[in-house]
């Protein structure tokens, strides 16, 4: 009994059912199983998580990074980290909502490569949480998400960024930019940073990404997954310039994280 109660809680119940059978019993908490309240799943303020389970979560803190590539640092408000100071991105900042622990990465898992969907609501409104009462997105006029190859896109069916992007929107309380996923596209498929070594790194995303002409004059932020070295927001950021943007700024849901001494590229 236990079992079939644990298969209901969100967000494990697709079938219409269990959503109907669902509606009579409590909410509770996604990660502790604590019962939370009224709340449905289909209500867009269900909680989903207990404030204990809340709180716990790797939040980024929006002063300890660095404001080019969004690796966490020791001081405060800082421009350049000492692993970036030598080199000028084309992006104009890089933030992230949480830090890439086990947790993190294993909802980000499930969504793209099990395609479990329904997590992106609740990842969506995760990151935008971040974001309430908060005037950092006011600089940007447009988020684009950043795009799969056509290739990836019929094997996984969705792009996890879109989804992603649309349920971080949805979720902002002051301020709604409009999307824009037809303005970059990827014009080949290219292996993931990760898994080269640095020669092909350096040149696996020359000309990776295409950008359509609207992009002229518009403060444009990239919202991706995950960020780990940087370089496909980089990239991109690079394309949408040429193209005429304004400025490129990314917002990723979470980023790894790594001191200079930790060995950066063990781990995809
Ligand atoms: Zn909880
Ligand atoms: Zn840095």
Redesign the pocket.
Known sequence: MDEFVQSLRHPFPPSVWKQWIRQLLPSLCWKCGGVLGGKTYHDPASPFLCLSCLKELPWMDSQYH??????R?AEPD?L??????EEVWDLYESRSGFEYTDLIRDWILRLKFYGQEHLAPLLGRLLALNFQNNNWLEKYDSVVPIPLHSSRLRKRGFNQSLLLTHHFSKNLVEYTHPIFPHWLRRTRATRPQTELPLAERLVNLDNAFAASPEVQNRSILLLDDVMTTGSTLNAAARCLLDAGADKVGALVLCRRMWDASDNLYGEA
């Open positions: 660095c404001r080019q590539c969004g690796n640092t800082r350049r980290c000492s692993e970036c100071m």
